[in-house]
């Protein structure tokens, strides 16, 4: 069967970190670009961070850039999305979505999320003292 799967999501106090894992089965993730996009309540899903499949290379949205690291295991074919000083902002549903082709940054809506091949079910990040 083929899934993604987020965890580590969580309650963590302004200020604190949280790694989230995104794991792949049925499929190899080395092979595509994994995205990792969250959603806050009323808002659209937005992009914070990819990785590349050819080359590796990061990307950051403006908003988490210095405070999330984003990296690849292919051993155990998952990525991770590192976070660290987090705010009350961060507070989102955050997913990931994997990719043959798109690395990008953009906000999805919910009527092109099939333009990506796989996502997952999300995990919920709270931020809140």
């Known amino acids: 069967q083929v899934q993604l799967v987020e965890s580590g999501g969580d309650l963590v106090q302004p200020g604190g970190s949280l790694r989230l894992s995104c794991a792949a089965s049925?499929?190899?993730?080395?092979?595509?670009?994994i995205n990792w996009f969250r959603q806050a309540p009323g808002k659209e899903r937005e992009g914070v961070s990819c990785?590349?499949?050819?080359?590796?290379?990061?990307y950051y949205a403006d908003s988490v850039k210095g405070r999330f690291t984003i990296s690849r295991d292919n051993t155990q074919n998952t990525v991770y999305l590192q976070m660290n000083s987090l705010s009350p902002d961060d507070t989102a549903v955050y997913y990931c979505?994997?990719?043959?082709?798109?690395?990008?940054?953009?906000?999805?809506?919910?009527?092109?999320?099939?333009?990506?091949?796989?996502w997952g079910q999300g995990t919920q990040v709270t931020v809140s003292s």
């Open positions: 049925g499929f190899t993730l080395a092979y595509y670009a």
């Open positions: 979505a994997a990719d043959l082709y798109r690395c990008t940054l953009t906000v999805v809506p919910e009527n092109r999320l099939y333009e990506y091949d796989y």
């Open positions: 990785i590349s499949s050819r080359d590796g290379r990061t």
